[in-house]
T-cell receptor, first 112, second 114 residues
């Protein structure tokens, strides 16, 4: 069983709509959760981090965490063509464990 | 101008050759990491270092070696023992704030085998 799972996509969303990206993880003691955006040929860029259950908003991005169900999601409102990228979910699998485990990423395409 | 730099951007390796990838950071971060990314796959941890002169193997350390002689530098050597080295190599460093650690990535080095 994969430790961090994401739907590989591609996920196609019309411009201006809400894009919803999901991630599940296997280890219940996971403490920290991150979303990175990776453009083709480029390195990952941190866009959101979340540590507590509930929602965290930053501009057009909202991260949602549900530890009981072991999933974390990323919502992108008013999607723009520049949001087209692969989104990587990363999880810190234990308090004090500095290693991040990454999912394989979801490729998002925003259709103009 | 603070950040993480990696060089070269592209690197070509001949059969049986060892090559070294450079990673430098001026962010005063204590921890540094090396990941490998293959097409369509997530990042896999090769080595990491939390302090100078100390490092640990990650999930796929075989065929790789590292050193951490300075806080700012964490070079990765891809040895001839690594039989499938073609990949995108990413260096990261991290800062810990209020017991939470966040990793930031350099621009990456793409390694190709001739």
């Amino acid at each position: 069983q994969k430790e961090v799972e994401q739907n590989s996509g591609p996920l196609s969303v019309p411009e201006g709509a809400i894009a919803s990206l999901n991630c599940t993880y296997s280890d219940r003691v996971s403490q920290s959760f991150f979303w990175y955006r990776q453009y083709s040929g480029k390195s990952p860029e941190l866009i959101m981090s979340i540590y507590s259950n509930g929602d965290k908003e930053d501009g057009r991005f909202t991260a949602q965490l549900n530890k009981a169900s072991q999933y974390v999601s990323l919502l992108i409102r008013d999607s723009q063509p520049s949001d087209s990228a692969t989104y990587l979910c990363a999880v810190n699998l234990g308090f004090g464990n500095e290693k991040l485990t990454f999912g394989t990423g979801t490729r998002l395409t925003i259709i103009p | 101008d603070g950040g993480i730099t990696q060089s070269p951007k592209y690197l070509f390796r001949k059969e049986g050759q060892n090559v070294t990838l450079s990673c430098e950071q001026n962010l005063n971060h204590d921890a540094m990491y090396w990941y490998r990314q293959d097409p369509g796959q997530g990042l896999r941890l090769i080595y990491y270092s939390q302090i100078v002169n100390d490092f640990q193997k990650g999930d796929i350390a075989e065929g790789y070696s590292v050193s951490r002689e300075k806080k700012e530098s964490f070079p990765l050597t891809v040895t001839s023992a690594q039989k499938n080295p073609t990949a995108f190599y990413l260096c990261a460093s991290s800062i810990q704030i209020a017991s939470r650690e966040t990793q930031y990535f350099g621009p990456g080095t793409r390694l190709l085998v001739l």
